[in-house]
């Protein structure tokens, strides 16, 4: 079964860190571009950040740059985002998901996605 889990997802206070993890199963994780996505409820799905296959290439949300970092350890299959200097406005469903070709903070381009897992920032 081909599927993406997230985790590392919790209830933080404002300033405080995150770090999630996106672990691959069924797949190689080296052949794909990540990206990771957040939702807050009675939003869209917005882009946060990606990493391309090797990691040459990483693009980051304006609202995140400078505050999350995300990384990819293909020898354990997992992709991680770093997330320092939490906010309020952080708090939403964050999914992790795979495209066949380029990082891009596109919804479009991704077409495996993980389950989420939530992260709740308080003031």
Known sequence: QLQLVESGGGLVQSGG??????????????????????QAPGKEREGVSCISRRGGTINYADSVKGRFTISRDNAKNTVYLQMNSLK???????????????????????????QGTQVTVSS
Do not use: H
């Open 17 to 38: 860190s995150l770090r999630l993890s996106c672990a691959a199963s069924g797949f190689t994780l080296d052949y794909y571009a990540i990206g990771w996505f957040r």
């Open 88 to 114: 309020p406005e952080d708090t939403a469903i964050y999914y992790c998901a795979s495209a066949p070709r380029r990082c891009v903070l596109s919804v479009a381009e991704y077409d495996k996605w993980g």
